[in-house]
């Protein structure tokens, strides 16, 4: 499976490099020096190369990478409509994937939501993110962005006495200017993913 994952995301790259720099330079957006396009992914450092793409410093090979590339592939120079949200079910072909989305994007994040609390700045930190001050019904939210341009609005209530833990998770309503559907959805399941790593991760 890895082998499959890397052929894909080679693919992904001879397409991206049929762009010219400039362009994928200012769509990205992206630093672009010696042959290389640097930009922060995944709260990480992100290098994209002709033949491969580190991140953190470690060659991609799995789900991530194709994401990444795929990205660059379709990212156009456009500012995310953040004061337009949409839900996932609300973009074309969203519907069908609506509950996995929700299952892996959002539920997975009710064990966690006080550990999120308590690290929202060091999130929003890592994710070049920012507080959400707009909303007023809730205990707290803020914007992440595991890719530069693909932002993901998250709206957090604590559990009480009558209600759970509740996560919902928005995207600026030209999200798919930059990836296609389904490629949102796993930006959305992934950064669930790195965000549940750095709440429970042991200081030293």
């Known amino acids: 499976m890895p082998e499959n994952f890397l052929q894909i995301q080679k693919e992904y790259l001879e397409k991206v490099w049929t762009r010219a720099s400039q362009e994928l330079e200012e769509s ?3 630093r672009f020096w010696d042959g290389c396009f640097y930009f ?38 456009e500012a995310p409509q953040l004061h337009l949200l949409k839900s996932f079910k ?11 989305f929700v299952t892996n994007a959002e539920k997975i994040l009710h064990p966690y939501i006080s550990a999120i609390q308590q690290h929202q700045q060091k999130l929003i930190d890592r994710f070049s993110g920012h507080f959400n001050p707009d909303v007023r019904t809730c205990d707290f939210s803020f914007t992440l962005y595991p890719l530069p341009r ?11 006495e009558e209600f759970p833990a509740s996560v919902t998770c928005l995207f600026p309503s030209n999200a798919t200017h930059f ?26």
């Open 28 to 30: 990205l957006p992206a």
């Open 40 to 77: 922060q992914a995944f709260g990480e450092p992100c290098e994209l190369y002709r033949q491969e793409i580190l991140l953190g410093g470690k060659q991609l090979t799995g789900p991530e990478g194709i994401l990444i590339a795929l990205y660059a592939f379709h990212v156009r120079e």
């Open 90 to 100: 609300q973009f074309p072909g969203g519907m069908g994937y609506q509950g996995t």
């Open 150 to 160: 693909v932002g993901l609005y998250y709206i957090f209530d604590l559990p009480d």
């Open 179 to 204: 990836l296609p559907v389904a490629g949102l959805a796993d930006v959305a399941e992934y950064t669930a993913k790195k965000i549940i790593e750095l709440v429970t991760e042991e200081r030293p």
